[in-house]
């Protein structure tokens, strides 16, 4: 998935972010955020009419939509405590186990099932806890503080909630006294990378030629969360910030933090003088050198760009984060 926009429900019926705000509004509510990312591929393209046919009949979407949660609700005594969400890559129920607020995620595609494996390997250090799973199904804890990181960043502390990711993440990277649950490996996830810059060449070949360099000679490998950014760590109040929804990779551990340079949902990602005041700071706080990150920052952009020109989306501001990145390290060289 990737962190791709866009649904799709048992019975037909698509659901997408700009046609159920509410919906979406309620699964933020009960805690847990919805995977709407603009750096990752988008969903397929619909036609305006078709997409409105599809979107319009709600009451199927509320009868199909609950019964492929009974099995584990009835296994796991849950009580449904909100509405389903449905993604490309899963599906989602906020429900009550044992009193205790959960999300019951059940996976549809292959990266959600090694993100669930993740998330059981971390076993509540860093991450949501999970109560219980069963194949494709995971029941995580549930997040139920008010505070938000991209709240904060788009309203003057954006410093401080860099500050508060990159703990996070450190607590993510940590070794543990286990083997590694199954993981995919950065090169494999650069694979899009390549071809999109021989097709297109320009700022694609200057992410590739990083992104190539990088992955021949990595530094500090390990486990990694692959979708860091401001709505993936949230507020779990008395056990501080939490990461959900990891895309379960494997390899240099600077790739986790290049996101933060890049989130769209903050406008000013696109303005040079944010990186360059990011920098520093994300720089003291992983413990990496402002040139690391941003190599990692221009392959990554890179690398969501190359998504998008798979799938017809727009990649234009992607390329602009590794153009401003790529200016930025040509001043270290």
């Known amino acids: 998935m990737r962190g791709r926009v866009g649904t799709q429900c048992r019975g037909g019926v698509i659901f997408r972010p700009n046609s159920c705000t509410a919906w979406l509004g309620k699964f933020r509510a009960n805690g847990f955020a919805p995977l709407i990312r603009r750096f990752a591929p988008p969903s ?29 609700i009835e296994k796991w005594a849950l009580v449904a405590d909100g509405e389903p969400i449905v993604t490309r890559s899963s599906r989602l129920l906020p429900v009550r186990w044992q009193g205790l607020p959960a999300m019951l995620k059940i996976a549809v595609e292959a990266e959600e099932r090694l993100g669930g494996l993740l998330m059981q390997w971390w076993d509540g250090k860093g991450a949501a806890r999970v109560y219980a799973h069963d194949s494709d199904a995971i029941l995580i804890e549930r997040a139920q503080g008010k505070r938000s990181l991209l709240a904060m960043a788009m309203n003057g502390a954006d410093d401080e909630a860099s500050r508060i990711i990159c703990k996070a993440v450190g607590n993510l990277h940590r070794p543990q006294d286990k083997p590694y649950p199954d993981l995919v490996p950065l090169d494999r996830w650069f694979q899009a990378l ?15 030629t990083v992104a190539k ?24 109040e008395a056990r501080c910030w939490l990461a959900i929804d990891p895309k379960g990779l494997f390899g240099e551990r600077g790739y986790d933090y290049a996101n933060l340079f890049c989130n769209p949902d903050l406008p000013a ?9 990011q920098l520093p700071v994300v720089a003291e706080h992983s413990g990496l050198s402002p040139q690391q990150l941003l190599r990692w920052i221009v392959a990554y952009a890179g690398l969501s760009a190359a998504w998008f020109i798979e799938e017809d989306g727009d990649a234009a501001p992607a390329m602009h984060v590794a153009e401003i990145a790529a200016a930025e390290l040509a001043n270290y060289a």
């Open 44 to 72: 397929p393209r619909w036609g305006e009419e078709e997409a409105n046919q599809r979107f319009s009949n709600r009451e199927i979407f509320e009868e199909k939509a609950p019964a492929m949660f009974d099995r584990f």
């Open 194 to 208: 390549e071809p999109a810059a021989r097709s297109h060449g320009g700022i694609l070949q200057t992410s590739a």
């Open 213 to 236: 360099a990088l992955l021949a000679e990595p530094r500090e490998v390990g486990v990694l969360h692959g979708d860091i950014h401001h709505s993936n760590i949230l507020d779990f």
């Open 269 to 277: 990602t696109q303005d040079p003088a944010r990186l360059r005041r």
